[in-house]
Structure formats: C-alpha cells, structure tokens
Nanobody
Framework: QVQLVESGGGLVHPGGSLRLSCAAS????????IGWFRQAPGKEREGVSCINSSDGSTSYADSVKGRFTISRDNAKNTVYLQMNSLNTEDTAVYYC?????????????????????WGQGTQVTVSS
C-alpha cells in the first residue's frame, strides 16, 4: 500500500524555523519526483518546492526561494522541507506528493495535478 505521511508541523513565531518530513511506505521515494505543496484557508493549493529523482535537481516557488530547502534521505525513504525565516503568509496545511513519471520544474510550475500520490497534510501556523 502506497502511503505518504507528513510530520513536523506546528506553531512557530515569525522568523522561526520548522523542518517538515515526508516519509514513504509501500514504495521507494528515490524513484519518484517529490513535491511539497501548501493550502491556506480559502486559497488554492500551491506548489512550494520539488525534487527530482533522476538528477536530484530542486525547484522552488518564488515566495519561498532562499528560505526553504528541500532534500531527500534515500536511506530513510524520507524527503524534508527545511523552512526558515517563516512569516504569517506561510501559514497553511502542507502536503507532500509523489509521482514516478514526472520531472518537475518551477519554470513550468509545480502543479498539484502532476502528482499522483498524496499525504494527509500537516498544519503549519506562523503567529506571534
């Protein structure tokens, strides 16, 4: 059974940091492109970052570039999203997603419709 489980969300003050984890079971993450997405109340789900399996290349939305870092630990079958300098606009439910056939790039958009398997999400709240 293919499953993705996010963890690491929580409440953080503006300027703080969090590291989200996306752990996979039932399949091997290193043969998949992995994306991180977020959805704030009343807004559409947006792509935040992605990492490819073939060359390890990464992409970021302009809104998080320079603050967020995506990485993968194939031995742990886990992908991470390190989030620094958080602000209130980063408040959302964060999801990870995987797809075996995708080469993702922010140049063409990190699109939810391109990813086939999804986790249940983890809440990130940035508030003073």
């Amino acid at each position: 059974q293919v499953q993705l489980v996010e963890s690491g969300g929580g409440l953080v003050h503006p300027g703080g940091s969090l590291r989200l984890s996306c752990a996979a079971s039932g399949f091997t993450l290193d043969y998949h492109a992995i994306g991180w997405f977020r959805q704030a109340p009343g807004k559409e789900r947006e792509g935040v970052s992605c990492i490819n399996s073939s060359d390890g290349s990464t992409s970021y939305a302009d809104s998080v570039k320079g603050r967020f870092t995506i990485s993968r630990d194939n031995a742990k079958n886990t992908v991470y999203l390190q989030m620094n300098s958080l602000n209130t606009e980063d408040t959302a439910v964060y999801y990870c997603a995987a797809d075996p056939d995708l080469y993702c790039s922010a140049d063409v958009g990190i699109n939810p419709a391109d990813f086939g398997s999804w986790g249940q999400g983890t809440q990130v709240t940035v508030s003073s």
